[in-house]
């Protein structure tokens, strides 16, 4: 078959190295010759936030996250940054930090330094997202794009098992839509087929030992590369269900990534043979839907949706919600049935299976 594809590379400077953070921020200041710096961090994040920003002079340091952004707080955050003359965030936590950053620099235009203490992926995608009366619209804008991410493992050591599992599990997502979402490319599946490895390299390590920094290291290089891949191959099957799910419901973001991926896979397998393999080869097993299930097994990982708040009797509605944002490239067609059959499962949890 001829190669014949439209890629697009989002252009940002990454600096990575455990314990490293502080003087790569404190380098990134000087190159960027900012004065006037906002530092975004969660409450829970301060310590952590001071840390890295000790070499560094900060004009305000704002702590009013939330998830999924909602407007108020992206209202407060941009009245402080015009207030206090900002030139340059600095946003350090995890996807609803990021995601604040993202909320100020949408109408500012100011750049943002992003340091990451999760895998959600958030500072490698010029996606944004803002809640407004319990409804979460997103948006493409090359100004949330971080210009520079600094990834220290480090940062990554206090974050608990079982959420590292569930954060990790939504990398490995981006991956594994990026097979099949509408721009997918040779580029980006060679990206995303790099991230799955990764990501099963190191989220067992975190498993055995949470405090093994390379594991933590395998896992933020993996959170990194499934946004890269998932920034340019844009949003899969897996994506359009877990939006609505979260939106509708209110699910919790990763661990509803991390229930539903395995019923994804299992459905569209059959359907992409060349995802198939290189799925299956990234994980270092026979097929890629066993792979994922002992991965995921070894991981003890979040398997169904009714742990978090998830009704069955919310299936039919769900279906109905879904149905219209399945995308074309989807490798196989989407009934309502299929759909029902396919939430009941993560539902229950019940083992997916081609
Ligand atoms: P989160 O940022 O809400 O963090 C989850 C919890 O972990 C919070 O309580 C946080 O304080 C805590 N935490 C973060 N880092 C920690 C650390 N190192 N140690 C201990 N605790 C820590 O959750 P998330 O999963 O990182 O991000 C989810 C959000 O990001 C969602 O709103 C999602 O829509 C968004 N997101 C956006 C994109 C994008 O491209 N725009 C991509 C992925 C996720």
Excluded at 3 to 25: E, I, K
Excluded at 83 to 110: F, M, Q, R
Excluded at 256 to 263: D, G, S
Aim: hydrophobic share 45%.
């Amino acid at each position: 078959m001829n190669l014949h594809f439209d890629h697009v590379t989002l252009g940002q400077r990454v600096l990575f190295g455990s314990g490293c953070a502080a003087d790569n921020l404190a380098a990134e200041v000087v190159r960027l010759a900012a004065r006037r710096i906002m530092v975004i961090a969660s409450r829970s994040e301060t310590a952590v936030a001071q840390a890295v920003t000790q070499h560094i002079d900060v004009a305000v340091f704002h702590d009013d996250v939330a998830p999924h952004v909602p407007i108020a707080n992206a209202e407060a955050a941009r009245a402080v940054a015009t207030d206090n003359s900002i030139d340059l965030l600095v946003c350090i936590g995890g996807g609803s930090t990021t995601g604040l950053a993202k909320a100020v620099a949408l109408t500012s235009g100011l750049p943002i330094v992003a340091v990451p203490t999760t895998y959600a992926g958030s500072e490698a995608t010029n996606v944004w997202g803002i809640t407004e009366a319990a409804r979460k619209t997103t948006g493409v804008d090359d100004k949330v794009l971080p210009g520079t991410v600094i990834y220290d493992a480090h940062l990554t050591l206090s974050l608990p098992v079982e959420l590292s599992v569930a954060s990790g599990l939504n990398g490995m997502a981006h991956c594994i839509d990026s097979m099949w979402a509408p721009r997918t490319d040779p580029i980006n599946r060679a990206i995303a087929a790099e991230g799955i490895r990764a990501l099963a390299a190191g989220l067992p390590a975190i498993k055995d030992d949470p405090q093994d920094l390379s594991g933590r290291e395998q896992a933020l290089y993996g959170a990194y590369l499934s946004a890269v891949a998932f920034a340019s191959a844009g949003s899969g099957l897996h994506h359009k269900i877990c939006h609505v799910l979260g939106g509708a419901y209110n699910l919790p973001h990763a661990q509803t990534h991390a229930t539903v991926l395995p019923y994804v896979l299992a459905y569209n397998a059959p359907a992409a043979p060349e995802a198939e393999r290189r799925i299956a080869t990234a994980l270092g097993t026979d097929t890629a839907v066993t792979g994922l299930n002992t991965l995921r097994k070894s991981l003890d990982a979040p398997h169904a949706l009714k742990d978090y708040g998830f009704d069955e009797t919310q299936v039919p509605e769900a279906v109905e919600l879904i149905l219209p944002f399945v995308p074309d490239s989807n490798p196989r067609p989407v009934t309502a049935t299929d759909l029902d059959a396919l939430l009941r499962a993560a539902h229950s949890g019940d083992t997916p299976v081609l």
